[in-house]
């Protein structure tokens, strides 16, 4: 992977380019999440339908790609996967580049990723394993926790809505351990809810509560943070970053935090 064709984390694209960009061509994002979905018709019903809806409904998957947050050949470590829905996506986009359907005015295509998933819960590693079988460079999705797994070496991590399922101190350590992992210039892409956005903030809470419960599980302790409080602990771990808006279409208050590992100082001639 080159991490050079990142767009830089301080790129000032005006307001309309980010629209086109995160509008990309309407035919190609439909045919994409569709064709990532239909991989969970073997791994059962609850599979499928959570594919579809969340595919199709969420923004941020289909964010990451207009964007080129995933680089060519990354190294991507998803904590919190769930059923291991990114890497179905980016092996869709591995299909649609291949056919010459890539979207012109979208970054390159995410191809030739390599993708290790971190879960906690048994029956979404179960529904991973039986999707994402027989995938080029095969994707896998391991059990474990994320305050207690290694992470390895990666050149980019995702963490999407599930920071907060633990305790702030327990949180720093994960975010100081991703810190680590992270190849020099690799990035960490964390989405979080903004505990200052009032009513969204609680209607967040109130239906994540709502979903965890719906699916069987035991509702978990929830530490959110201000945003200010994220970008004070993500500085002082040394990363810069950048916010997105991740909620669009939605009454959430989610948003994206976009952190960047430093480069190595190049010796001075």
């Not at 990114?86 to 005015?105: K, Q, T, Y």
């Not at 009032?198 to 994540?208: F, V």
Request: aromatic residues 6%.
């Amino acid at each position: 992977m080159n991490l050079h064709d990142l767009p830089p984390l301080d790129d000032r694209s005006t307001t309309a380019r980010s629209l086109a960009r995160v509008g990309g061509d309407k035919r190609v994002w439909p045919s994409l999440w569709r064709e990532a979905a239909d991989r969970y018709r073997g791994a059962g019903r609850f599979a499928l339908h959570f594919a579809r809806g969340k595919l199709r409904h969420d923004p941020v998957f289909r964010a990451l790609l207009a964007q080129g947050d995933i680089a060519p050949g990354a190294r991507v470590l998803d904590i919190g996967c769930g059923q291991g829905l990114l890497a179905s996506v980016l092996a869709a986009c591995d299909a649609c580049n291949a056919r010459g359907g890539w979207p012109a005015e979208w970054p390159p295509a995410p191809t030739g990723t390599h993708y290790r998933g971190i879960e906690l819960m048994a029956r979404d590693v179960e529904r991973a394993a039986t999707a994402l079988h027989g995938l080029p460079r095969s994707p896998r999705v391991q059990r474990g926790d994320m305050r207690s797994t290694s992470f390895g070496v990666c050149d980019l991590v995702v963490i999407l809505d599930v920071l907060h399922y633990v305790t702030i101190p327990q949180q720093d350590d994960v975010l100081a351990r991703v810190h680590a992992a992270l190849a020099p210039g690799g990035r960490l892409l964390l989405r979080v809810g903004d505990a200052d956005a009032g009513w969204r903030h609680a209607l967040t809470r109130w239906i994540d509560l709502a979903v965890t419960i719906g699916r069987g599980q035991a509702a978990p302790p929830v530490a959110s943070r201000t945003l200010a409080q994220w970008t004070v602990a993500l500085q002082g771990l040394g990363f810069t970053l950048r916010v997105r808006p991740m909620h669009q279409g939605t009454p959430f208050a989610n948003l994206l935090l976009v952190c960047a590992k430093a480069q190595p100082a190049e010796p001075s001639r």
